[in-house]
């Protein structure tokens, strides 16, 4: 089985920045695209930012600009680098992968808490 574990999440003042990281580990055959989500309260979980292996990468229109996703496929790992955060960037944030053999992963890890303060 995969394992992911995030990190990086904490507490910040709206306008200021976090980096997200997320490890993968287990039996891994190769990692396509890599991916952050995240959920609010209440809320369903969304998809915020992805990258291939090749390093194209994509954005929820609500990050663009802000946020800018990155991996090392030597280390298994993504990151998030999230800058000019909001209040309502408040969520726990997910990672997820795409293993070429097992396709997405349909199960989570504990996610990394982000709250912003207005």
């Known amino acids: 089985q995969v394992q992911r574990v995030e990190s990086g999440g904490g507490l910040v003042q709206a306008g200021g920045s976090l980096r997200l990281s997320c490890a993968a580990s287990?039996?891994?055959?190769?990692?396509?695209?890599m991916a952050w989500y995240r959920q609010a309260p209440g809320k369903q979980r969304e998809l915020v930012a992805v990258?291939?292996?090749?390093?194209?990468?994509r954005y929820a229109d609500f990050v663009k600009g802000r946020f800018t996703i990155s991996r090392d496929n030597a280390k298994n790992t993504v990151y998030l680098q999230m800058n000019s955060l909001k209040p309502e960037d408040t969520a726990v944030y997910y990672c997820?992968?795409?293993?070429?053999?097992?396709?997405?992963?349909?199960?989570w890890g504990q996610g990394t808490q982000v709250t912003v303060s207005s």
């Open positions: 997820n992968l795409e293993d070429h053999t097992l396709g997405w992963l349909d199960y």
């Open positions: 287990g039996t891994i055959f190769s990692i396509n695209d």
């Open positions: 990258i291939s292996s090749g390093g194209r990468t």
